[in-house]
């Protein structure tokens, strides 16, 4: 007898709205990367995507498809090319937004995000890129079979086993995000004080966080024991009956809505509301609804949208696959399988199943680089970045959902040296080349009339002001010198590469 794999009646408007969310979702990556891209990783970028295509032919041959897949393997890594990609991800996500061929331009945002995620190399590297990518994934196979937002297709349910999927990959999200905290030993999560440095230290604060950050003690220890109720307990629900589908889904909801109303993560927060979605039914749905959106109709008068001989190996391959980051994030002392294992390394290049882990460890201070040229080697001038903190007078701003992608990698940065950095040296190269498409990443030029001769780089440490300093002085934060975080520099004579100097002298 065949088992019935459809989900209950009432999914076909949640579906359309989880559609229409993760399209949304998409354009607003594509566009964030768009505007910043020339200057990332253009030509005359910080880290040119031709040079990656170039090294990765001469090291890998034939294997760099698989190794590293994108498309551009056919555009090349112009600026032009790179514009082409953007653009015609984004087309691909409003196309998936208005329910237009929605599996054809779920599959096409898929790949131009992939391809641009392999060439974004450092400045991608987030871990709401791959849970974009494993959400992307997923959707294709949440489609129907329908051409236009009017198609019948979009009255028939989505198959139960990728519903399922979808609930497993906020689940995986929630759950591991609450493991890693634990598992990593980090003393201010065990001791529930980590909340207490969050909201100054987190990469791009926000001037609601200066706030949150000034209440007691006590509202920060209830926050950090609701959190890890909500990442530890509430993933089960995902895979219970209604009730508590929806309570995971309010909780998940709500922990999402703090996050993003305290601090600046990109369109992470709005990626993962979406993927509550398919924990819903259309019940929860008020009766009245736009036009534009499917009735529901009964199970048994639909049909899937993709045939069985394709969604259950998909489904298959995740399941497989899943419990791998679990293990690797919980740190137990079990040897996985050695086939299971090379399994999930083939499939990294594509992020199909993917770990994560959220503020796996708090820190409890806050350096910050602060980029200063010179003429003379005797008066420093400091580039002043968009969004991170620099003058301390300046409040912290919102940004999401864009992810300034620069900015956030300043954070990182921050935390170690140069040398674990090495494309924070070619930022300065490209400062002191006056590259245009960099210093359009940045505020005002302090050297509109061409590119100091000098550059270096001081690693202060910031504090949010209390409530009576910013009274008092209108500020936002205190800052000291720490210590220089690089040498001076200066381009080398061929105008190519940097050289450390002593410029006083």
């Given at each position: 007898m065949e088992t019935d794999l459809r989900p209950p009646v009432g999914t076909?408007?949640?579906r359309r709205l989880?559609?229409?969310g993760l399209g949304l979702v998409y354009a607003v990556a594509f566009i964030s990367l768009w505007v910043?891209?020339?200057g990332l990783v253009g030509v005359h970028g910080?880290?040119?995507?031709?040079?990656?295509?170039?090294?990765?032919?001469?090291r890998l041959g034939t294997a760099r498809l698989w190794r590293l897949p994108t498309l551009a393997w056919l555009t090349g890594g112009s600026d032009g090319a790179l514009d082409l990609l953007c653009a015609a991800g984004t087309v691909a996500s409003i196309l998936l937004f208005l329910g237009v061929a929605p599996p054809l331009s779920a599959i096409a945002a898929w790949a131009f995000y992939l391809s641009l995620y392999h060439l974004g190399q450092d400045f991608l590297s987030f871990q709401w890129d791959i849970l974009l990518l494993e959400a992307g994934f997923l959707g294709i196979f949440y489609t129907p079979l329908a051409w236009t937002p009017r198609s019948p297709g979009w009255r028939r349910p989505p198959h139960q086993v990728i519903a399922w999927l979808l609930r497993l990959l906020i689940a995986k999200l929630m759950f591991l995000s609450g493991v890693v905290k634990l598992s990593g030993g980090d003393p201010t999560w065990w001791h529930l004080t980590a909340l207490t440095y969050h909201y100054e230290t987190t990469c791009l604060p926000t001037w609601t966080g200066w706030y949150v950050h000034a209440l007691?003690?006590?509202?920060?220890?209830?926050?950090?024991?609701m959190m890890f109720l909500i990442e530890l307990a509430l993933p089960f629900g995902a895979f219970g009956p209604r009730p508590l589908r929806l309570l995971s889904a309010a909780g998940f909801t709500g922990l999402m809505l703090f996050i993003g109303a305290t601090g600046n993560y990109g369109f992470f927060n709005p990626l993962a509301i979406v993927l509550c979605l398919p924990l819903l039914d259309d019940d929860v749905l008020p009766r009245w609804r736009p036009r534009w959106l499917p009735e529901c109709q009964s199970a048994a008068n639909g049909a899937f949208a993709w045939p069985r001989f394709v969604v259950l190996p998909i489904a298959g391959l995740v399941l497989l696959l899943t419990p791998v980051p679990l293990l690797l994030a919980s740190r137990v002392d079990l040897a996985l399988p050695g086939p299971l294992l090379r399994l999930y390394t083939l499939q990294n290049p594509f992020h199909l199943v993917n770990g994560y882990g959220l503020f796996a460890h708090m820190t409890t201070e806050r350096p910050e680089i602060v980029v200063e040229g010179s003429d003379d080697g005797v008066e420093w001038r400091p580039y002043e970045f968009r969004w991170k903190p620099g003058?301390?007078?300046?409040?912290?701003?919102?940004v999401q959902p864009h992810m300034p992608r620069l900015d956030w990698q300043m954070w990182f940065a921050a935390l170690g040296s140069y040398r674990s950095s090495p494309w924070f040296l070619a930022f300065c190269e490209r400062l002191l080349q006056g590259s245009p498409p960099v210093l359009a990443l940045l505020g005002p030029n302090p050297f509109p009339g061409g590119p100091p001769k000098y550059l270096r780089a001081m690693l202060y440490d910031y504090r949010f002001t209390t409530p009576a300093q910013h009274h008092e002085?209108?500020?936002?934060w205190t800052r000291r010198v720490l210590r220089p975080y690089t040498p001076a520099l200066m381009l080398a004579p061929d105008g190519r590469g940097l050289t450390a100097v002593r410029p006083s002298q």
């Amino acid at each position: 007898m065949e088992t019935d794999l459809r989900p209950p009646v009432g999914t076909s408007v949640i579906r359309r709205l989880f559609l229409v969310g993760l399209g949304l979702v998409y354009a607003v990556a594509f566009i964030s990367l768009w505007v910043q891209v020339h200057g990332l990783v253009g030509v005359h970028g910080i880290l040119p995507a031709q040079t990656l295509l170039d090294a990765a032919d001469s090291r890998l041959g034939t294997a760099r498809l698989w190794r590293l897949p994108t498309l551009a393997w056919l555009t090349g890594g112009s600026d032009g090319a790179l514009d082409l990609l953007c653009a015609a991800g984004t087309v691909a996500s409003i196309l998936l937004f208005l329910g237009v061929a929605p599996p054809l331009s779920a599959i096409a945002a898929w790949a131009f995000y992939l391809s641009l995620y392999h060439l974004g190399q450092d400045f991608l590297s987030f871990q709401w890129d791959i849970l974009l990518l494993e959400a992307g994934f997923l959707g294709i196979f949440y489609t129907p079979l329908a051409w236009t937002p009017r198609s019948p297709g979009w009255r028939r349910p989505p198959h139960q086993v990728i519903a399922w999927l979808l609930r497993l990959l906020i689940a995986k999200l929630m759950f591991l995000s609450g493991v890693v905290k634990l598992s990593g030993g980090d003393p201010t999560w065990w001791h529930l004080t980590a909340l207490t440095y969050h909201y100054e230290t987190t990469c791009l604060p926000t001037w609601t966080g200066w706030y949150v950050h000034a209440l007691p003690l006590w509202f920060h220890e209830l926050s950090a024991v609701m959190m890890f109720l909500i990442e530890l307990a509430l993933p089960f629900g995902a895979f219970g009956p209604r009730p508590l589908r929806l309570l995971s889904a309010a909780g998940f909801t709500g922990l999402m809505l703090f996050i993003g109303a305290t601090g600046n993560y990109g369109f992470f927060n709005p990626l993962a509301i979406v993927l509550c979605l398919p924990l819903l039914d259309d019940d929860v749905l008020p009766r009245w609804r736009p036009r534009w959106l499917p009735e529901c109709q009964s199970a048994a008068n639909g049909a899937f949208a993709w045939p069985r001989f394709v969604v259950l190996p998909i489904a298959g391959l995740v399941l497989l696959l899943t419990p791998v980051p679990l293990l690797l994030a919980s740190r137990v002392d079990l040897a996985l399988p050695g086939p299971l294992l090379r399994l999930y390394t083939l499939q990294n290049p594509f992020h199909l199943v993917n770990g994560y882990g959220l503020f796996a460890h708090m820190t409890t201070e806050r350096p910050e680089i602060v980029v200063e040229g010179s003429d003379d080697g005797v008066e420093w001038r400091p580039y002043e970045f968009r969004w991170k903190p620099g003058d301390p007078m300046r409040r912290p701003q919102f940004v999401q959902p864009h992810m300034p992608r620069l900015d956030w990698q300043m954070w990182f940065a921050a935390l170690g040296s140069y040398r674990s950095s090495p494309w924070f040296l070619a930022f300065c190269e490209r400062l002191l080349q006056g590259s245009p498409p960099v210093l359009a990443l940045l505020g005002p030029n302090p050297f509109p009339g061409g590119p100091p001769k000098y550059l270096r780089a001081m690693l202060y440490d910031y504090r949010f002001t209390t409530p009576a300093q910013h009274h008092e002085t209108g500020a936002w934060w205190t800052r000291r010198v720490l210590r220089p975080y690089t040498p001076a520099l200066m381009l080398a004579p061929d105008g190519r590469g940097l050289t450390a100097v002593r410029p006083s002298q």
